[in-house]
């Protein structure tokens, strides 16, 4: 039983192939420790419609969909069908979220998959492989529920990439992703947390350190990216993170909360190698924090800032613009606080209604006055352009404002000078200005 997995390609983002498909590379050594043959097809980085020689034929096929990509997975899906006849399985965080709203005409776009897998995937697609191989009765829909010891799933089947060919740096060095942690115990507004779920589970930090070992042992690579949500959380995991990877010379980037304001916590952070720490600032308007339900205030993440730098941490912070509620007021708010904090990195995201965040289900209570459903212009991660899709109508901007904000934003960031090593669509492409620290 061959299976090919698809990433498929993300026209409206600025680097298309800036992290490796970790998500589909979990799903193939998956499947290949369940005896099934496992192929990845890396579409990242295709125009919109040129793909189409790039797709291989094989028994069973997976594609893994996000909203802003939903469109073009179903159009591959489609394509699929009609050359090869085969089956072919749609899953990640889009087909999650519709499965569970009241989007019908979404759903009868995803029809065209001959099964949808919400939710984790590691053991629902061995379950529809297993099916196809034995020539046994599956369902249309499967839920993957929480894996709860994550350190069951075999380590990401990286070989079936060129992991050189990604371009995530940390501290200025080609860097490699890795998650510790799945889930998040947090209620933010704008956040869609259906594929991961409310509990948090932690890998052991002994099986974390044996999957850096084989990466710096079979790349050369020790710089990473923890794509947690909760890294910090723990204060024992950290002490027990920095022991076991003494001598190992790390380098990595980590999300944090800013709510936690010991200073302990980015001591080891530091100590054990992080050189970079992102905060989901999200707004300097404390009535935005507020709406957005962040459970922090603007207080707080100044002091969070000041502390991780006094740590000798680079901070990165992450700022939303347009949440509904948002005015030109509460934008200016943001810029302030930015210059004010001193942050050392920004990077800005247009709010989009998320399949599954909150204002997605429930548009009116936030003053949505209108909402488009055509997620091809679900895009959040900046666009070509720096700007982000035109989605929503608020009570104090129309998506058209909202977007000449956003570009009156970016103008800013251009203007303004950020420290430390960034990616290296910042400078090439959004023209930020950057010295070392």
């Not at 790390?250 to 905060?279: H, M, P, Q, W």
């Not at 352009?385 to 608020?394: E, F, Y």
Request: aromatic share 10%; proline share 3%.
């Amino acid at each position: 039983m061959l299976v090919d997995l698809i990433r498929a390609p993300d026209p409206t983002s600025i680097d298309d192939s800036l992290d490796e498909p970790l998500g589909l590379l979990y799903l193939a050594s998956s499947l290949r420790q369940n005896g099934h043959e496992v192929k990845l097809t890396n579409l990242a980085g295709h125009p919109r419609d040129d793909w189409k020689a790039d797709i291989p034929e094989a028994d069973l096929y997976g594609i893994q969909l996000y909203t802003p990509t939903a469109a073009i997975g179903i159009d591959i899906a489609r394509f699929i069908k009609e050359k090869f006849g085969k089956p072919v399985i749609g899953g990640g965080a889009h087909p999650t979220a519709i499965v569970r709203s009241s989007d019908e005409a979404e759903k009868r776009r995803l029809s065209v998959f001959d099964h949808l897998v919400t939710g984790e995937g590691e053991r629902a697609i061995v379950q529809v492989a297993d099916a196809y191989k034995n020539k046994s009765e599956i369902s249309r829909i499967i839920r993957g529920e929480s894996i709860l010891d994550l350190d069951s799933i075999p380590f990401p089947a990286r070989d079936l990439v060129d992991m050189m060919s990604f371009s995530r740096k940390v501290d200025g060095v080609r860097s490699f992703g890795i998650m510790g942690s799945r889930g998040c115990s947090y209620q933010c507004n704008f956040c869609d947390r259906s594929l991961f779920g409310e509990r948090v589970r932690f890998r052991s930090i002994d099986n974390i350190v044996k999957e850096i070992k084989e990466i710096i042992s079979r790349y050369g690579v020790n710089h990473l990216e923890f794509f947690d949500d909760m890294f910090t959380a723990s204060r024992r995991r950290l002490r027990e993170f920095k022991d076991k990877t003494k001598g190992l010379d790390l380098s990595y980037r980590c999300n944090g909360r800013s709510d936690i304001l010991t200073r302990e916590v980015y001591d080891l952070v530091a100590e054990s190698g992080g050189k970079v720490i992102a905060f989901g600032i999200e707004s300097g308007s404390q009535r935005m924090l507020d709406l957005m339900n962040k459970g922090t205030t603007v207080e707080r993440n100044l002091e969070a800032i000041s502390i991780a730098q006094s740590a000798g941490l680079a901070v990165m912070g992450y700022f939303i613009i347009g949440f509904p509620g948002e005015t030109k007021e509460t934008i200016q708010e943001t810029i302030e606080f930015i210059k004010k904090s001193g942050i050392d990195q920004a990077q800005v995201y247009t709010f989009i209604p998320l399949p599954g965040a909150e204002v997605y289900k429930n548009p009116e209570k936030f003053g949505v006055k209108k909402m488009l459903l055509d997620y091809s212009d679900y895009f959040q991660v900046t666009g070509k352009d720096g700007r982000g899709g035109k989605v929503i109508d608020t009570e104090y901007l129309t998506a058209s404002e909202l977007q000449e904000e956003v570009m009156k934003v970016r103008q800013f960031l251009r203007e303004h000078t950020w420290r430390g090593k960034v990616q290296d669509y910042y400078t090439k492409n959004l023209d930020y200005k950057t010295k070392d620290i």
